[in-house]
Structures are given as structure tokens and as C-alpha cells.
């Protein structure tokens, strides 16, 4: 049977490109899913195995990245058209270009109110929570006489764009990482706190305002601790709501380290001065604790915040 080629398309997909635009010591994100698709000339690449017209789907990936850096990215329909326009009119055989775009938006994490004086504003200008993903979660046991109330949340994303490193770690013969002085550190926080109030109905806490605080205290530790590793940054978030709200005697987090790799951008010509990251979603470290108010009992179980 004769078969003839239809539609076709190809492109990288699913770049993650993080810009970090530095001003002075107020930092601004752009944080895109790019998926480039290109038509144009390339019957005899199926028909025949040509690549004569192909610039590599590698090289698409490669131009979301530089043109981060050449370019910035003002708004992401801008970077797009930046985008299209470039392939369409620098490759003869490419006739048609199709840039996807979806933009993940950050806000800032308000300073606690002691630290707003230290860091001279209302917000920390590093420090960002990404809108609208969190899930809040709580899990309620009752045997008739008392109560266990675990609450929560998962999926809440946070970036500092500075004051963190990671050094001084094991090296054995399979370790390459280098030591970081001045790293991204990123994490969706699965968090699990356990309330001490188990019986007398007349005391119970507001669990509205506990929620919004234990929330609020957590983001400002990740905000305002200058890391060494994401295990001092659980333990400061954990310490920080455990100290503010005495109705919390424990909590568990679930922290995957969302590592960002800087570009190297030298193979185009370009510096990358800290500025264009690749986003990796896998593999991540995970990183898991509990902390407790001193003498009291852990009981939150050990797999709950993966839930
Ligand atoms: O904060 C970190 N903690 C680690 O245990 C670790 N391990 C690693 O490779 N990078 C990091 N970062």
C-alpha cells in the first residue's frame, strides 16, 4: 500500500528555563516551560533518513537558554516571539514555528516583623513561594474519648535565589559534586504538624488561624535562615512553628531538593553570570525529619508527608 507523510512537527520539549534578573540585592524570576515545535521542508527526513534539513531538536533546546541570557525574558509572549521569529527566519527549511510557553508565577515571602528592621523591607528580596499550588491537608482520629488532629500541607513551593551554599561534605571516589558558595535552593514542602489538644472540646484550637500561622512562621524561616544545607533549613522551619504555637508539639517535612544547574552558556559566546538556570524535576534529593517539642512523643508516621 502507498502511504504518503502527513502533518509533522518537532522540537525540544518542556525546556525549563529559570532566569534570575540580579538588582542590587532585589531578585526577580522568570520561571517558563518552554516546548518549541517546527515544521517546514522535512519530507526526506521520513522518507529517506536525510537530516540535511534538521537542526537538532538538542540545538532548539540549546537557543531557549541562550536567548534567555541574549535576550532576558521580558514577558514570556515576548521571549516567544524572540523564539519563533529565529528559527522561522535563520533556517531556509523551517517554514513554521510553534512556541509553548507555560509560566509559573512566584511571589514574595513577607519578612516576619523582627526581621523586617535586620533586612530593611516587608519582603524578603530572595526568597519567593510559587501561587497557587499548595494543597492544605488534615487527618482527624477520634476512639470515642480523645482526639488525634494532624494537619498540614503539601506541594507549596519555594525558591531562595541566594544565601544558600552547600560545602564541607563526604567525598568519596564517586563524588563529583562541587562545593556551591552561592546556590538556588529550592522545595515543594510537604509539612505535617500534630496538635496536642486530644479531649476538652471547650479548648479547642482555632484551627483557621493556627493554619494560616504555622504556615506563615514556616515560610519566614525558609525566608530568613541563610542555609548550609536544606536539613538546617527543615530544622529551622520545624523549630520556628514548634516556638510560635504552643498548640503544635510536632511536625514532619518531606523536602525534595529541586536542584537548578546553571547553563554553561561558553559554548555561544555568553558569560552566565548566575543568571540562566536548567530546572532538573528528577532525580531529586529527598530530604525528611521530624521535630519535636523537647519530651514529647513523636507519632506522626514516617511515610505520611510522601501522602
Ligand atoms: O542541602 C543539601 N543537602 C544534601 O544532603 C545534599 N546532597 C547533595 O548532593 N546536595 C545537597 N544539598
Not at 523586617?116 to 526568597?127: L, N, P, R
Not at 524561616?221 to 541563610?226: G, K, Q, R
Amino acid at each position: 500500500m502507498p502511504t504518503i507523510l502527513g502533518q509533522n512537527q518537532y522540537g525540544k520539549a518542556e525546556n525549563r528555563v529559570v532566569k534570575i534578573t540580579r538588582d542590587g540585592d532585589t531578585h526577580h524570576i522568570k520561571d517558563l516551560n518552554v516546548s518549541v515545535a517546527l515544521s517546514g521542508d522535512m519530507d526526506d527526513v521520513h522518507y529517506s533518513g536525510s537530516n540535511a534539513n534538521v537542526l537538532p531538536t538538542d540545538t532548539t533546546k540549546n537557543t531557549v537558554f541562550a536567548f534567555a541570557k541574549e535576550h532576558g525574558i521580558e514577558s514570556a509572549e515576548q521571549f516567544g516571539i524572540h523564539l519563533a521569529r529565529h528559527f522561522v527566519s535563520s533556517q531556509e527549511p523551517i517554514h513554521r514555528a510553534r512556541i509553548r510557553i507555560e509560566e509559573y508565577a512566584w511571589e514574595r515571602i513577607a519578612t516576619s516583623e523582627g526581621n523586617s528592621k535586620f533586612i530593611g523591607a516587608d519582603e524578603v528580596k530572595h526568597s519567593f513561594a510559587r501561587k497557587g499550588q499548595e494543597t492544605r491537608v488534615s487527618q482527624i482520629t477520634y476512639d470515642g474519648e480523645n482526639w488525634e488532629v494532624i494537619s498540614g500541607l503539601k506541594d507549596l513551593t519555594v525558591m531562595n535565589s541566594t544565601n544558600s551554599e552547600f560545602w564541607g561534605y563526604v567525598k568519596d571516589k564517586y563524588t563529583t559534586l562541587k562545593e556551591a558558595y552561592d546556590r538556588i535552593l529550592a522545595t515543594d514542602v510537604s509539612a505535617r504538624w500534630r496538635y496536642n489538644w486530644t479531649s476538652d472540646e471547650q479548648r479547642m484550637p482555632n484551627w483557621e488561624k493556627s493554619y494560616e500561622q504555622a504556615r506563615k512562621h514556616m515560610l519566614q524561616a525558609f525566608a530568613e535562615t541563610y542555609s548550609l544545607s536544606l536539613q538546617q533549613t527543615l530544622y529551622q522551619m520545624g523549630s520556628r512553628i514548634i516556638n510560635s504555637r504552643s498548640e503544635i508539639d510536632e511536625i514532619r517535612f518531606s523536602l525534595p531538593n529541586n536542584h537548578h544547574f546553571l547553563v554553561d552558556l561558553e559554548p555561544f559566546g555568553l558569560k552566565n553570570d548566575n543568571e540562566v538556570y536548567f530546572a532538573a524535576d528528577r532525580p531529586y534529593g529527598l530530604i525528611e525529619a521530624t521535630v519535636l517539642r523537647d519530651g514529647v512523643e513523636p507519632k506522626i508516621p514516617v511515610d505520611m508527608t510522601n501522602l
